[in-house]
């Protein structure tokens, strides 16, 4: 609720409700007929008059090859339909933050208004953050922050609490006893050693001991699976198994597949291989973080307060955080559906 002295900033729940109306106009012109089709062009058109000039809004993704991202690029180019706006989905393939952050540079002096993204290395972006926002930039973060820059909201997961809460339902799988191992697919990533963090954590409240964290190559599935394989070898009293990627969760499952062992295994996030593995027991639950919204509520966000004036949402830290989803065996079937569409 807002009072007169902080009357220029949006709560949450306001937000909520004008994406909602903002979604719900656009989207009649994305995915109705011509006739209505037509009205959304008069609207894109008036838009850009009355700005006098096309409303450009651009996603900079530290992982555009990573199969993560495919629902985040999808969610983007949604939200830029509905609303009728030029969004272009551009970074780097593999992580490389000097040349994403001269792409960033490049899309801030071309007439981007709103720049959403997505890093590997956050402190890297501090700098370059500052001086799109001072240039009058709209800089959003999504999946990974960029905490001690000057952008203005993080779109994404709670991965510190989501990562206890994993821990706490693997401990509880493997009885509240025994060792577990963890994985790591991006070292130096602030997003993985929140995760690490939180994971600890909750295995230690569940009564695991933490035998370790073991990187591994995302890239090269073959490499995961001989990581995952070195993991039981080296530790043949394990208890659980506990990925903190996605790549490494559907290795986990494979494995588990292949060598027949039974040890209890929670992962994170919702790629289409995991939900599979998952439906055929061979994983016991994974938790995702909504990555199909980190794209397209920053989009929508962005238009609210450079298109339509809004005032900025208030929010402990700048964080939008997105809900949990814990995926089991018994609610695999509705996600199996939803995320074909990410299949690839």
Not at 192 to 212: M, T
Request: proline share 5%; with cysteine.
């Amino acid at each position: 609720m807002t009072n007169s002295k902080n009357s220029g900033m949006l709560g949450r729940r306001q937000f909520g409700k004008l994406v909602g109306l903002t979604a719900a106009a656009g989207a009649a012109g994305a995915f109705a007929g011509a006739g209505t089709a037509h009205a959304a062009d008069d609207w894109k058109g008036w838009v850009q008059s009355y700005h006098k000039q096309p409303i450009k809004m651009a996603v900079s993704c530290a992982g555009t090859t990573n199969p993560y991202f495919a629902p985040t690029k999808a969610g983007a180019e949604d939200a830029a339909a509905q609303l009728g706006i030029d969004m272009l989905w551009t970074g780097v393939p593999d992580g490389n933050t000097v040349n994403q952050i001269a792409q960033f540079q490049q899309l801030a002096n071309t007439g981007y208004s709103v720049i959403v993204v997505i890093s590997f290395e956050p402190d890297a972006w501090v700098a370059p953050i500052k001086k799109a926002m001072q240039q009058g930039v709209l800089v959003l973060t999504a999946n990974n922050d960029a905490p001690s820059s000057s952008r203005e909201l993080y779109f994404g997961q709670d991965l510190v609490g989501a990562a206890v809460v994993q821990g706490q339902l693997l401990a509880k799988l493997a009885g509240g006893k025994g060792k577990v191992a963890m994985t790591n697919c991006a070292p130096g990533s602030l997003g993985l050693d929140q995760r690490i963090q939180g994971a600890r954590q909750g295995v230690k409240q569940g009564g695991l001991d933490d035998v370790g964290v073991y990187n591994t190559n995302p890239a090269d599935m073959a490499s995961e699976l001989g990581t995952m394989q070195d993991i039981l070898r080296a530790h043949p009293d394990l208890a659980a198994v506990m990925p903190l990627c996605g790549p490494d969760t559907a290795a986990a499952g494979l494995v588990r597949k292949n060598q027949g062992h039974k040890l209890p295994i929670v992962g994170t996030d919702l790629l289409y291989q995991t939900l599979e593995l998952i439906r055929d027991g061979h994983i016991d639950a994974t938790v995702g973080q909504q990555p199909y919204l980190q794209g397209y509520l920053p989009i929508m966000y962005g238009y609210q307060r450079t298109v339509l004036g809004a005032p900025k949402l208030t929010l402990p830290g700048g964080n939008y955080y997105v809900a949990n989803e814990i995926v089991t065996k018994d609610n695999v079937a509705a996600y199996l559906e939803r995320e074909a569409r990410f299949r690839g």
